[in-house]
C-alpha cells in the first residue's frame, strides 16, 4: 500500500508541475526549458541569470511564473547610478518614536527580478552577495531574514556592453543556473503576435508555504545514488585540467548539481535522479563558471562546446 500511495503521488505531483508549464504557456509561448530552469531553480533554492538581446519576453516570463506559484514578485531595473540601497533598503532613524526604522527594498519579496545586472556598479552588485547566499540581508548591524521563497532572476544583455560593469566571478558564482534565452521559431512568433490579442487569467498552482513543504521533501525524500554523483563530480573536476578552460567549477558547482538533480526529479515525478539529469544540467550550471583562456574564445569557442566535449569524454555510469 505504501507504494501504490507514493506512486499515486508521484502522478499527482507530476501533474501539478504540468499546470504550471500549461498556465505558463497561456501568456509565453515556446521557452520550454528556461521554465524548466526557473522551476528547478526555485525548488531547489538556487538563482538564475538569464542572458538574451532585450525583447525577449524575460520579464513577462518571471512575472507570469510568479503568478502560477502566488509568489510576491519584484522588479529592478538596473542602471549605472543604482545603489545598493535601492535594492536592499536601508535602517532610517524615527524622531517621534526614537529608533531606527527598517525601510525595506524591493530584496525583500519571493522572486526579485533584477533587470540588465550588469548595468549596475560593482559596490550595487555586492549588495545582493548576502541576500543569494544566506536569504538575508544586513542593515544598521541587524540581519533581517527575507520571505521564503526567495530567488533572483536577474538578466543580462551579451551584445551592448557600453556602460556595463562585468559581474565578477563570486557573483556569477551565486547563480545556481545560468540559461540562454533563444529565437523562437517563425511559427512561435506568429503564436505570439496572436497571443497579444487577448488577456489570458493565469491559475495559481503553489503558494508560498507549499513551496516550503515541497522544497523540504525534495530535500529529504529524493534520492541521488553515489555513481550519479561520481558522475557529476568527475564532470565538474575535467573542467578544471582542460587547456581551453582557465577557470573550471567551484564546489558550489557539485552542490547545484545534488539540489538541481534531485528538483528536477521530483518535477518529472521520481523520487531518484539519473545520468540524463546530469546531462541536462550540465550546461546552465557550468557554462558560467567555465572561464576559457582568451584565444580560444578568439577562436569562436564557447563555454557550451568545451562542456560538449567533456560530456562525450566522461564516463556516464548505468542508472
Known amino acids: 500500500m505504501a507504494e501504490i500511495s507514493r506512486i499515486e503521488r508521484d502522478k499527482d505531483i507530476k ?43 524575460k520579464t ?27 535594492i536592499v533598503g536601508m535602517s532610517k532613524y524615527n524622531e517621534v518614536t526614537k529608533q531606527w526604522d527598517l525601510v ?13 545586472i550588469n548595468r549596475a556598479p560593482p559596490k550595487t552588485q555586492a549588495a545582493l552577495l ?26 543580462q544583455n551579451p551584445i551592448e556592453q557600453s556602460g556595463t560593469y562585468p559581474l565578477p566571478e563570486a557573483q556569477l558564482d551565486r547563480f ?6 533563444k529565437y523562437l521559431s517563425p511559427e512561435e512568433e506568429i503564436m505570439i503576435m496572436k497571443s497579444k490579442l487577448k488577456k489570458e487569467k493565469i491559475e495559481e498552482v503553489f503558494n508560498p508555504a507549499e513551496i516550503r513543504i515541497i522544497q523540504k521533501d525534495i530535500f529529504e525524500n529524493v534520492f541521488v545514488s553515489d555513481s550519479i554523483l561520481e558522475y557529476a563530480v568527475n564532470i565538474i573536476n575535467e573542467t578544471r585540467s582542460r587547456r ?16 538541481g538533480i534531485k528538483a528536477r526529479a521530483f518535477i518529472e515525478g521520481r523520487d531518484y535522479g539519473t545520468v540524463d539529469d546530469v546531462k541536462k544540467l550540465a550546461f546552465p550550471i557550468l557554462r558560467h563558471r567555465v572561464l576559457l583562456y582568451p584565444h580560444f574564445s578568439d577562436m569562436g569557442m564557447t563555454s ?11 564516463e556516464a555510469p548505468m542508472d
Do not use: W
Open 244 to 259: 581551453e578552460i582557465m577557470a573550471g567549477g567551484s564546489p558550489r558547482a557539485s552542490i547545484a548539481f545534488m539540489r
Open 130 to 155: 548576502e541576500a543569494m547566499a544566506e536569504k538575508e540581508v544586513t542593515l544598521g548591524g541587524t540581519t533581517h531574514e527575507l520571505p521564503k521563497p526567495f530567488i533572483v532572476i536577474a538578466t
Open 104 to 116: 525595506k527594498g524591493p530584496v525583500f519579496t519571493n522572486i526579485l527580478l533584477v533587470d540588465e
Open 15 to 57: 501533474q501539478q508541475f504540468a499546470s504550471i508549464y500549461n498556465e505558463v504557456h497561456k501568456v509565453i509561448i515556446g521557452n520550454e526549458e528556461i521554465v524548466e530552469n526557473v522551476l528547478i531553480a526555485l525548488f531547489a533554492s538556487g538563482h538564475v541569470l538569464l542572458e538574451s538581446v532585450p525583447g525577449m519576453g
Open 304 to 314: 557550451d562546446d568545451v562542456i560538449s566535449k567533456i560530456l562525450q569524454k566522461v
Open 176 to 181: 545556481m543556473f545560468k540559461s540562454v534565452v
Open 60 to 86: 513577462a516570463l518571471t512575472n507570469t511564473i510568479a503568478g502560477t506559484l502566488d509568489c510576491v514578485f519584484k522588479r529592478v531595473q538596473c542602471t549605472p547610478d543604482l545603489s545598493a540601497t535601492d
